[in-house]
């Protein structure tokens, strides 16, 4: 009887394993665009930080760009060319970037939101869920969802956010937070029941709102303190092969403390943050 038993098991679980992902996760996982050889897309967008004369400089930059050949990549503080500019290739993010866009920084931080749809891609086929430490208006966590479903999204999305300024807070104040953005941003999702929206300071909004195991992690809380206590209630708890972005990690100035308090939490636990050249830092949850 043991046997049979114990028979059944490991076939169950050699049919699982022999599942490709798009049998684990139907329909949801965006079909690759295939782009012609020739055809290349270049992305220009004058918005840039921590510049003294941002339209002399977005000019300087327009004008950079004519001199070079192939395609090139200038917005939010990243000026390449002779790239492919994959993300402009995948149309199902195009798609799904531009029916979220609803300011100058959602469309200039284009590179940045792809990072997070292709960690999405690879996540939402791990088991776990999702979080986004500091949604704002949740234009990110919208973004992937669309790119991955929409409302057959078929993750829990745990988006946590004060969704208002704060004095006392060390982070410097957003542009949208105040009393509405909240509710804004509960009626931007009220046809997405699988997104969770948490109101409150982090680590405090964790307490009864925290999901068990983690697929993605996304974080973007513009202070060091809040950041480092986000990854010490969320991080073991991601599981292997779990895609971390840290939204600000090679960004200097302001945001330069978050690095260095990260890299000294990572250090104990001997992992490296890569830096990414969209300011963004990555992990990979071994």
Known sequence: MLVRVLSRVFESLFRRSERTPSELQPNILPKRSVPKLGELNSFFYPVFWAVNRPET???????????TSHAFYASDNLITWGRNN????DLPFVE??????????????AWRRYVLACAAYHCV?????????????????KTVVDYLGGQAFPKTFWAYDIFEHDDSMLNHP??????????????????????????????????????????????????????????????????PGGILVLDDYEWGGTYRPQKLAEDAWFDERRYRVMPLPTGQGLVIKR
């Open 57 to 67: 400089f977005a000019k300087k930059v327009e004008t950079l760009t004519q001199d």
């Open 96 to 109: 799904a970037w531009k029916a979220n866009i609803e300011s100058e920084s959602d469309r200039a931080i």
């Open 174 to 239: 957003m542009p949208e937070h105040g009393p509405g953005l909240f509710d804004r941003v509960r009626a931007k999702f009220a046809e997405y029941p699988q997104v969770r929206l948490v109101k409150g300071l982090i680590p405090q909004c964790f307490e009864g709102n925290m999901p068990e195991r983690i697929a993605y992690l996304h974080i973007d809380l513009n202070q060091a303190p809040a950041e480092v206590a986000a990854l010490d209630a969320l991080f073991d708890r991601m599981v």
């Open 86 to 89: 994959s993300l402009l290739d």
């Open 125 to 141: 086929q791990l088991d776990g869920d999702f979080v986004e430490c500091g949604a704002y208006t949740g234009v990110g966590v």
